[in-house]
């Protein structure tokens, strides 16, 4: 099963309502798991994905191939029908944090309105059948897989800015390049405007990021290498 969606939708209530009808409509025709992927690339994608509680499953390399003839790597996702309660109550607390916000397709499936399935095992109202802690553990293991994502995505980052340090250094180029990180903070300032979230704090995890970037060119020019402290 595949969605494209325009940009306009991402982070608003037109995703979340389509992720939760899409995957509603799998497991109600007793689909057992369903696979997520994305672009090994999109950071962006990535956190969004886990952050609806699908585990990770890895990279594919070489996946599916691009316009320009190369191969896309992709990260793998994947929610099973034993996930399906936690999703739920995840996907329906984005929907309430947007309040009357308006959503463009809605309706009440099936699954919303009849009785628990004892094949699937997912309930009639979440807010109704899961406990607190259950919706707790829920809540966390779904931030779990979040910061597992970004730590995965920091590292592979980090990969290609040492590969442009050592492109800088070998070509005589300097280790800070203004103009690009301006570029960079003004696009992820407008992201996060985007995606609801202080642009300022964006700003602030980008300017930390940057920072260590230019500290590893640093060190890649004067010593050809990345100096690493073991936990």
């Given at each position: 099963?595949?969605?494209?969606?325009?940009?306009?939708?991402?982070?608003?209530?037109?995703?979340?309502?389509?992720?939760?009808?899409?995957?509603?409509?799998?497991?109600?025709?007793?689909?057992?798991?369903?696979?997520?992927?994305?672009?090994?690339?999109?950071?962006?994608?990535?956190?969004?994905?886990?952050?609806?509680?699908?585990?990770?499953?890895?990279?594919?390399?070489?996946?599916?191939?691009?316009?320009?003839?190369?191969?896309?790597?992709?990260?793998?996702?994947?929610?099973?029908?034993a996930d399906w309660p936690r999703v739920v109550a995840v996907l329906e607390a984005k929907l309430e944090r947007y309040g009357d916000r308006a959503v463009l397709f809605r309706i009440r499936p099936a699954w919303r309105d009849t009785v628990s399935s004892p094949h699937h095992g997912y309930p009639q109202n979440m807010s109704d059948t899961v406990d607190p802690a259950?919706?707790?553990?829920?809540?966390?293991?779904?931030?779990?897989?979040?910061?597992?994502?970004l730590v995965h995505l920091l590292a592979e980052r980090f990969k290609f800015t040492q590969q442009v340090g050592r492109l800088k250094a070998s070509s005589g180029l300097p280790a800070a390049d203004p103009g690009r990180e301006l570029e960079q903070i003004t696009k992820l300032k407008a992201l996060a405007s985007e995606?609801?979230?202080?642009?300022?704090?964006?700003?602030?995890?980008?300017?930390f990021i940057i920072a260590e970037v230019i500290h590893q060119h640093e060190q890649i020019a004067s010593t050809g290498a990345i100096e690493t402290h073991p936990a």
């Open positions: 099963m595949r969605a494209d969606t325009a940009a306009e939708p991402r982070a608003t209530a037109i995703n979340a309502e389509v992720t939760l009808l899409l995957l509603g409509f799998a497991f109600e025709h007793d689909f057992g798991r369903v696979k997520i992927q994305a672009d090994a690339l999109s950071e962006r994608s990535r956190a969004a994905i886990g952050g609806i509680g699908a585990t990770s499953e890895g990279i594919v390399r070489g996946d599916l191939p691009e316009a320009d003839g190369s191969w896309r790597d992709s990260a793998v996702f994947s929610t099973i029908v259950a919706q707790l553990l829920s809540l966390r293991q779904s931030i779990d897989n979040v910061d597992a994502a995606s609801h979230l202080d642009p300022a704090f964006g700003e602030k995890f980008l300017g």
